[in-house]
């Protein structure tokens, strides 16, 4: 059974830091592409980070930019997203996403939608 289960969320304040983490079940993560996603309230879901399963090559979409990073233990088949100098406006629940094919980080940080595996999310909340 295919399966993506994030952990790591809570309460930070402003200027903290935060690890997720996201372990994955019934398949590799090394032969998917993965990614980190979010969803604010009231707002569209949107990407945050993509790593193609081909070349290895990361995209950071512009809400993040230069404060997250992204990276996979293969041992443990997890996958982690480091977040620094949070936000308020950093406020929302997070989700980690597989998929099978390699159309581009940029696409699926593009089209979240199209990323075939979710984790149920886990909240990020940023306040002092």
């Known amino acids: 059974q295919v399966q993506l289960v994030e952990s790591g969320g809570g309460l930070v304040q402003p200027g903290g830091s935060l690890r997720l983490s996201c372990t994955a079940s019934g398949f590799r993560l090394e032969h998917y592409t993965i990614g980190w996603f979010r969803q604010a309230p009231g707002k569209e879901r949107e990407g945050v980070v993509c790593k193609s399963s081909g070349d290895g090559s990361t995209y950071y979409t512009d809400s993040m930019k230069g404060r997250v990073t992204i990276s996979r233990d293969d041992g443990k088949n997890t996958m982690y997203l480091e977040m620094n100098s949070l936000k308020p406006e950093d406020t929302a629940v997070y989700y980690c996403?597989?998929?099978?094919?390699?159309?581009?980080?940029?696409?699926?940080?593009?089209?979240?939608?199209?990323?075939?595996?979710w984790g149920k999310g886990t909240l990020v909340t940023v306040s002092s």
């Open positions: 996403a597989a998929d099978p094919r390699d159309s581009g980080n940029y696409y699926y940080c593009s089209n979240y939608y199209d990323m075939d595996y």
